[in-house]
């Protein structure tokens, strides 16, 4: 009975997110940190700027978060909804670069951004230029690994919430939004002024779906705390879980890695990033 409880629940799921929510799922795991934006914020309330305070002096400082100008992260990721465990890698680095790389044991993928531009993969390993939802599931992947710089940088808008219960931890919570995409509800610990939790409401013309990744087992890397569990939630239902095991602060810069094209051809993820850099996942 509590098999076929699961399995109806997890084809709920299915049918209640819209098919823009799921091109955000491929993207779930990623850890708040810091790249950055442009441009100041038209809208700062008094709260969410003591609060942002207390976040930037929480990770180190504005100097420390200015001073990560790369991150690597290298994990294990297991998709509660396929029932499938796999490997997980992300790079990314100034102004607005990301590389993400799942796989799964039946599934592969890589997603990239540099500046505006997105790809994906898709059969076979090729890497393909991707627009308008799907183009935009990448730019909020990247938002969410780039909100902590952000913050720092007030850079963007901010929205008081007020405060609640986040699994039985008291938080302070705010709305953050540009004018790109999604605006974000930031859940920040009260006590150790970590970022908890980032949400955000996805709609297309299936509907609309709240998809939310929570950040757990902080610990420094460097002199400054990382989270080392994430777990993703779709409409409710938790969705995957992603233990990392190793990150990588200002690694030696490697551009081919978001360079997924040559002469303006689709190519193979392995011909468009050259050799694999060390740790690299292979497809």
């Not at 442009?38 to 609060?51: F, G, H, K, N």
């Not at 592969?108 to 993969?121: C, F, K, P």
Request: glycine share 10%; with cysteine.
């Amino acid at each position: 009975m509590q098999e076929s409880n699961g399995r109806h629940r997890r084809e709920g799921v299915r049918r209640v997110v819209p098919t823009l929510a799921r091109r955000v799922l491929g993207l779930a795991a990623c850890a708040v940190m810091t790249l950055g934006l442009p441009a100041r914020a038209a809208e700062q309330d008094a709260e969410s700027q003591a609060l942002v305070e207390q976040v930037v002096q929480a990770y180190g400082g504005q100097p420390a978060i200015d001073k990560v100008v790369a991150l690597n992260a290298q994990g294990r990721i297991k998709s509660l909804m396929h029932r499938d465990v796999g490997s997980y890698q992300r790079w990314s680095a100034r102004p607005r670069q990301l590389r993400v790389e799942t796989a799964y044991a039946n599934s592969a993928e890589t997603r990239i951004l540099n500046g505006q531009t997105a790809w994906r993969s898709g059969p076979g390993g090729r890497l393909g230029e991707v627009t308008g939802m799907a183009r935009l599931a990448t730019v909020y992947q990247f938002k969410q690994v780039d909100l902590l710089h952000g913050l720092a940088g007030r850079s963007l808008n901010l929205r008081h919430l007020g405060r609640q219960t986040l699994g039985g931890r008291p938080t302070e919570a705010m709305q953050v939004w540009d004018d790109e995409g999604p605006a974000m509800r930031v859940d920040v610990d009260t006590a150790t002024h970590y970022i908890v939790r980032v949400a955000a409401e996805f709609r297309d013309d299936g509907g609309a779906a709240i998809l939310a990744i929570e950040f757990s087992d902080f610990r420094p890397v460097d002199g400054m705390p990382l989270p080392f569990r994430l777990s993703n939630f779709a409409a409710g239902m938790r969705i995957s879980e992603t233990v990392i095991t190793r990150y990588t602060v200002n690694p030696p810069a490697d551009p081919t890695l978001f360079q997924p094209r040559v002469a303006g051809q689709a190519v193979t993820l392995a011909g468009a990033a050259g050799p694999a850099p060390t740790g690299a996942l292979r497809q």
